[in-house]
Nanobody
Framework: QVQLVESGGGLVQAGGSLRLSCTPS????????MGWYRQAPGKQRELVAA???????NYADSAKGRFTISRDNAKNTVHLQMNSLKAEDTAIYYC?????????????WGQGTQVTVSS
């Protein structure tokens, strides 16, 4: 099992910045992809950004140019730097970690951290 602890959420004014962090613990062998999803009230959970152990990244169109995902492979910690925040970025942000397919591809989730952007 893998436990993921998120931090860095909060309340910020539109145009401001926040940095989310996610640190895994437990059986963290063969973690490949890590990243962030978000879920706003009444909406489906959507991918925000992801990064592989090799450093390849993927962003939602809404995040491109404003958000940057980074990863410390030594600690398996992933960060999401969010700049130029908008009211529509308000959501619960969930960190995830996924094992490589060769060892089962299990995905694990954090408990979520609230991000609220006031306009």
């Amino acid at each position: 099992q893998v436990q993921l602890v998120e931090s860095g959420g909060g309340l910020v004014q539109a145009g401001g910045s926040l940095r989310l962090s996610c640190t895994p613990s437990g059986s963290i062998f063969s973690i490949n992809a890590m990243g962030w999803y978000r879920q706003a009230p009444g909406k489906q959970r959507e991918l925000v950004a992801a990064i592989t152990s090799g450093g390849s990244t993927n962003y939602a169109d809404s995040a491109k140019g404003r958000f940057t995902i980074s990863r410390d492979n030594a600690k398996n910690t992933v960060h999401l730097q969010m700049n130029s925040l908008k009211a529509e970025d308000t959501a619960i942000y969930y960190c995830y970690a996924q094992r490589a397919a060769l060892v089962g591809g299990q995905r694990y989730w954090g408990q979520g951290t609230q991000v609220t952007v006031s306009s």
